[in-house]
């Protein structure tokens, strides 16, 4: 914001969506958002204070944009308030009727709020533009996957596949967006949002332009420029993990970062990887080992199905020394229940190898 003062806008509209999109959205601008259903609650507040913005739908409970307009003009400083209209559509009879009452601003519903926001501005000079929040610095976070959709079946699911590996974040158009945000590593805009697909510029404004935008859609087909992928409703967990693991870097790894160390799940098919794959597996996992220690963490746990089993011991060693660094305390949880022989044959100090994750932690943050 320019200045200190916030810029107030009242919406008028007995539209639960349209009310909801400016509450969620306009905050993020710098505005303070009152909204009310009927004239007779708009009139109330316009009584108590006078807006920067009077923003009004077509239709409203007990009123309409004319009518308020007839009453709102004979208060004290209504002059200096800008005040616009939403509409689906108009003809031009009315759109003169509604210049001629004050009417300055005209919003095409769907809103674009975005655009809402644009068009705001230029006539509020107060008034802010919504910022994209700023890219995640740390490399090992979670990605913030943003599910830009309506569909609530599509939002359970990706909670029980995903919650665990990613911060989610839910966005119908109208609600889930709040002033801390963080930028997007995915966004899986929905077709069935304001705008469509084409819309796609909205959320970036919001969530960031970094993240990759997969398009969520019930035909099929290609999907407009700026999408990298497309997932067909109804989606499965398999392809949307397959898709938001991929896009982020984390098929191969899940990556489970905390304040002083960083646990590593190994995904299922390690163990059977031609040799050519498995070096550049060990590769990959000697990347994140040197972004671990260049954060400031000081520990490594490596979890993962048949790590430290007896027909796989070659491996489960060789993973262990790819990690291996001067001051990281990295360890291993196996399933094999025989841990002694895990630290033996794979060299591993018996205090960093154990049956499970919570026993490792516990080890290396007393050690810390």
Same mark, same amino acid.
């Given at each position: ?69 007839? &009453? ?54 107060? &008034? ?110 398999? &392809? ?129």
């Amino acid at each position: 914001m320019p200045n200190d003062r916030t810029p107030t806008v009242l919406v008028v509209s007995a539209d639960t969506a349209v009310r909801g999109a400016t509450n969620s959205v306009l905050p993020l601008a710098g505005w303070r958002v009152q909204d009310v259903p009927s004239y007779t609650l708009a009139m109330h507040n316009l009584k108590v204070a006078v807006p920067d913005v009077l923003m009004m739908d077509q239709k409203f409970q007990d009123g309409d944009p004319l009518s308020l307009m007839k &009453a709102f003009r004979y208060l004290p400083g209504s002059e200096n308030t800008v005040t616009a209209v939403m509409v689906e559509s108009i003809d031009r009879s009315l759109a003169v009727n509604y210049v001629r009452a004050g009417i300055q601003v005209f919003l095409a519903k769907p809103l674009n709020i975005v655009d809402v926001c644009e068009k705001l501005a230029e006539k509020v000079p107060d &008034a802010g533009r919504i910022q994209a929040p700023p890219p995640e610095e740390d490399p090992l976070a979670k990605p913030v996957l943003v599910l830009a959709t309506p569909n609530l079946n599509l939002r359970e699911m990706a909670e029980k596949a995903l919650a665990d590996e990613f911060d989610l974040v839910f966005f119908d158009g109208a609600q889930g967006v709040d002033a801390n945000r963080r930028a997007a590593g995915i966004l899986v805009v929905d077709e069935g949002l304001p705008g469509g697909l084409e819309a796609l510029r909205n959320w970036q404004t919001i969530f960031g332009t970094d993240g990759a935008a997969v398009a969520l859609t019930s035909r099929g087909g290609a999907a407009p420029p700026g999408y990298v992928e497309t997932l067909v409703k109804p989606v499965r967990d398999t &392809a949307l993990k397959r898709v938001v693991r991929g896009l982020t870097g984390r098929d191969q790894y899940g990556i489970f970062p905390m304040v002083n160390g960083v646990v590593l799940r190994i995904r299922d098919g390690w163990h059977a990887l031609e040799e050519a794959a498995f070096e550049n597996y060990l590769a990959n996992l000697d990347e994140l080992a040197e972004l671990t220690k260049d954060t400031g963490r000081k520990w490594l746990c490596l979890d993962g199905p048949y790590l430290g089993a007896v027909e796989h011991m070659p491996r489960t060693r060789a993973l262990y020394e790819a990690a291996t660094r001067p001051g990281l305390h990295v360890g291993l949880v196996t399933l094999n229940p025989e841990v002694q022989r895990v630290s033996v044959m794979c060299n591993i100090h018996p205090t960093f190898v154990h049956n499970k994750t919570a026993d490792f932690i516990k080890v290396v943050q007393d050690l810390a």
